[in-house]
């Protein structure tokens, strides 16, 4: 009888020393799979040098988006648009109602003028052939302003002067930034400060002009 207590207690505690020892473990008793452990924490990805603020696109040429030009056809359009300004400079200065509007217009004959006698030179190292007269789509518009006068023509010069200088900024930082013959590129980049100017003046202009007709 004792002997069979003293097997009992035995027993009794082999068994608890397994469980404490399977639960210190973190092991379920009788199983033979281990707690799964938690996964090791990653480390973070050291920065892009060249894309600090980890913003997809920044920096990165394959991403960033370019506008294509066409050297020949910005010098050939940039020819008649500088001939049209002095054209229109031209009637602004002498059939202008207003001072501001006479002086801008007399200021596109010499600044265009000047920039006109740059484009040929280019064009003759580049041999590129520019147009020597208006087409019909910027001698329709002079013809159209020539009937017009006073206040009526201040108001839609200005207005066609904002319209062309707009298009022209952009035209030609996209010839400075992206164009390929180095010639047409500089005379771009040079011209590109005194038309922002030119641009800058035509929005002056025709918000007094906006303001007064209240």
């Known amino acids: 009888m004792r002997k069979i207590l003293t097997n009992t207690l035995l027993f009794g505690v ?5 469980v404490g020892a399977a639960t210190l473990s973190g ?16 480390r973070p ?5 060249n894309n600090p603020s980890g913003n997809p696109g920044i920096n990165n040429p394959d991403t960033m988006t370019t506008r294509r030009v066409d050297d020949k056809k910005f010098l050939k359009d940039a020819a008649l648009g500088g001939m049209a300004e002095v ?15 006479k002086q801008f217009g007399q200021k596109m004959v010499d600044d265009h003028s000047k920039a006109n006698d740059q484009l040929k030179e280019v064009a003759a190292k580049t041999q ?10 910027h001698q329709k518009t002079l013809d159209k302003l020539a009937k017009l006068s006073g206040p009526e023509f201040d108001k839609a010069y200005i207005k066609d002067m904002v319209k062309d200088h707009r298009e022209d900024v952009s035209d030609f930082q996209a010839e400075a930034q992206n164009g390929t013959n180095p ?32």
């Open 27 to 42: 092991q379920a008793p009788g199983s033979s799979t281990p707690q799964q452990q938690p996964m090791p924490q990653q």
């Open 14 to 18: 082999l068994c608890f020393t397994f």
């Open 183 to 214: 010639n047409i590129r500089q005379f771009a980049a040079s011209t590109l400060p005194t038309l922002k100017e030119h641009l800058n003046m035509a929005e002056d202009l025709n918000k007094k002009a906006k303001e007064a007709s209240k």
């Open 45 to 49: 990805s050291s920065p892009d040098m």
């Open 128 to 137: 590129i052939e520019v147009p020597s007269s208006l087409d019909s789509k």
């Open 87 to 101: 054209e229109l400079g031209k009637l602004a200065a002498e059939k202008g109602a207003s001072d501001g509007v």
